[in-house]
């Protein structure tokens, strides 16, 4: 070869595709296709970014004091082990650069996030995938794939695209039965729209334990994907080896400004909340009126399947929805080819999807 060749595994990964975002379509377009934040930002996250405009040749503070700090307040967590950076898809790049390597495996589930793959093969290690039970992780499943070799377990809770969750009670056995030299990775970017008594972001869990890790994001429920912020938390040791292996200057400032002010804004955190989880159940309600299954969703967007009937088909769907500027998320890539994903929205575009589908299902 007389060029630079990808290391081995590189080269079997498929590229991620976004879902469709609207851009140069005509009329209205309502994307509900990236679990985006319905309401948008704090306003006064966008104040605090705003002002950040001012001193942008300055270096952000590597170390990120004062965002991990706020983080420390409202998690009650130690600041010392957390770490920030680009989103969190960032923080689970690094530490699969960190753990992984060829001849290793890491587990993720059937449906799990599409950037589990691409971080374990992105080091050469093997992807290993445990059968889900109904749309859901199965604990028993993941134990049964572990061999010696597994280095990490990563596990979306709740899951993107499915939006269920695993129990408190069960990410424990889930733990107690890892092995101990086994990372388990909760990735827990939609925690803030779960309410469910029996559920755990893993904040505890951290805590109690050597070698779990929870990520999490403020591209969800802060409305701040644009601006690309996420943390960890983890043990003392794995925090340390992340902070020797990440960019020096991997949060901006803008960004940090920016959350910070919105972790402050528990107003509008729990307004976020609340619009949620009442336009989440109301969706799930009527689309499922329509004759079309809903898995229950504890995220901030629900999956609905399509039957295989010629012209009802959820690719027919996404083309029918498409058409009147209403764009969900195709599913495909996490072997759901007859499920949509729709991202809760404000009340307009709920609406029309509703209606839209309806539509859809009535006609010939
Ligand atoms: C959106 C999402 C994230 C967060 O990604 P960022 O890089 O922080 O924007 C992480 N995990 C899952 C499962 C997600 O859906």
Redesign the pocket.
Known sequence: MSRPVPKPGILDIAPYVPGKSGAGMHGRVFKLSA?EAALGPSPKAVEAFSRTAAGLEIYPDGSARLMREAIGRAFDIDPANVVCG?????L?HTIANIYLGPGDEAIHTTHG?L?YPIATMSNGATNVVAPETNFTADVDAILKAVTPRTKIVWL?NP??PTGTYVTAAEVRRLRKNLPPQTLLVL?A??ADFCSNADYEAGIELVKETDNTVM?R????IHGL?AV???FIFGPSHLIDVVNRVRDPFNSNGPAMQAAIASLADTEHYKAAQTHNEKWRAWLTDEISKLGLTVTPSAANFILIHFPTTLGKTAADADAFLTKRGLILRAVAAYKLPQALRLSVGTEEPNRLVVEALREFMGAA
């Open positions: 679990n680009v989103g969190s898809g960032e689970l996030f950037l979306a899951n993107n990735d970017a939609y990520a994001t403020f591209s969800k994907a690309r912020l996420g």
